[in-house]
């Protein structure tokens, strides 16, 4: 274990990093962090609505394994990269490395936006299952404001996994385990669960049934549904499976991270994908009730509470409601390595602050900063358009998340094609394959960041005689001031001192082989 160890700091060494980070982390729970974060039973049950309005069945049935195909060819590519260049910056130090410092800082700009509101997302979605499954026992609670006592628990929520990150580091590694055999087994005790509990279920035609109830078009059929509508609803496949870059930001704490995070990051999408599909289909199968589901807007809580037993709807929520904490807790630990790691190269203003570790070589401040910023963006989550209980926020810091992380990713598979033969593998390589699978997926992700930020509902676009501000999807307002504000912070001010990851170890320094 000693040689292990030795390699990893010196291959980190080699990258220009001292091991400063606790290296504690086995190859599956390298695995595990990011097979959390995508954690299906976290986005599969907060955006199913998502789908089911924009689409309906088939944006689900076939919408899910089209797109994971998609993701899992990204995860191909960043899986070459991470084997290469093992380190906590992850994909923001291969943009560096492959291109110039303004392709790591934009990168690394926009892969923190995107933690951040990825953590974000998922406490709040956690907060609203908590709050249903507290109202299941309570009437008074049932009773009470729904948007707020969510904002209340989000909050409580974030607080609690900022402590369990600081205060609990050792435990961090162990709880991803445990998170992952919750997400496995409590994933096939809710298809159980559905199969068993119904009186009746849906026929497999019902699979490929179409449902419009965006609001845009004037049915199932058309080129707008087709071109618009539709799209839309991949957003429950493209948000659910995202932050499986999380196996990087994590190398530096884990063993033999050049061929373990690779392996970790694309199995995490590939098993994620196939249990994720199968969950779903229980969900329409089980749909037998399709009014009252439309009646709550899509929300994928009415499929339990019309065909199961009280007892058995409260059950599967309770199952969804912890293993959403166990994925808001890895995206904390994933987004404060990313931050640490950023500002360990001076991008982030008052970098040393964010940069430190304490005396558990944890990054409290880090995990802090970034956690007060994901209260803060979702705080129009405490409003919601007249006559719907949903707030538009939470989608658009969906669609945050998703393009800030998604165009993360494009910036270094896009060097790495344009480096071609230059570039030095390590040792999980795609080998000539990477040029078609990079190109694929620098088209894919090109196309659902313009998607991502068009509006979700017509009385969110501008002219509608209905326009309302808390319909609007404010993605585009957010990533655009976002890209406007470091693009002009890069102009006027960065590009003169920053350059890129900074080393902190000389060769000299680097650790040496134990005999």
Known sequence: MAQALDDDAR??????????????????????ISFSIISILAGCFTTFSQAWNNGGPLAISVGWPLISAFILI?????????????????????????????????????????????????DYGCATFLNITIGRFSDSWAGGDALRQTFLLFAI???????????????????????????????????????????????????FERFNNSGFGSGDSGPTFWLYVLPLGFLLTQYTITGFDACAHVSEE?????????????KSIFYSAIGGWILLLSFLFAATDVAAVNNEGGFVGAIFTSSLSSTLATVIFGISTIGQFFCGMSCVTSMSRMAYAFSRDGAVPGWRLWARVDRN?????????????????TLPALYAPEGTA????????????????????????????????????????LGRKYKVLGWVSVIEIAVISVYFVLPIAPEGVPGNKDFTWTSVNYAPIAVGA??????????????????????????????????
């Open 157 to 207: 929520v974030l607080v609690l996994h900022a402590l369990i990150n600081i205060f609990s580091h050792r435990l961090i590694s162990i709880l991803q385990n445990v998170s992952v055999w919750w997400h496995v087994f409590g994933a096939a005790a809710v298809v159980l669960i559905l199969i068993f509990g119904p009186s009746e279920h849906q026929s497999v035609g019902f699979l």
């Open 74 to 122: 990204i995860g191909f590519c960043l899986a070459e990269l991470v084997s290469a260049y093992p380190t906590a910056g992850g994909i923001y130090w291969w943009a560096t490395k492959l291109g110039r410092p303004i392709h790591g800082w934009f990168t690394g700009w926009l892969n923190l936006i995107g933690l951040i509101a990825v953590t974000a997302s998922v």
């Open 361 to 377: 070589r944890t990054p409290v401040n880090a995990i802090i900063g970034g956690c007060a910023v994901a209260l803060l963006i």
């Open 11 to 32: 291959r980190l060494a080699e990258l220009g990093y001292k091991q400063e980070l606790a290296r504690t982390w086995s190859g599956f729970s390298n695995f595990a």
């Open 254 to 266: 884990t063993h033999g991270a050049a061929r373990t995070a690779a392996q970790g990051l694309w």
């Open 390 to 429: 949903t707030p538009v926020a939470f989608l658009a810091v969906v669609s945050i998340a998703v393009i800030g992380l998604y165009l993360a990713f494009l910036i270094p598979i896009w060097l790495r094609l344009r480096a071609g033969d230059a570039f030095q593998p390590g040792p999980w390589t």
């Open 482 to 515: 976002v890209l406007l504000g470091i693009g002009l912070w890069w102009t006027l001010s960065a590009r003169k001192w920053f350059t890129g990851p900074r080393r902190t170890v000389d060769e000299l320094d680097e650790p040496k082989p134990v005999a």
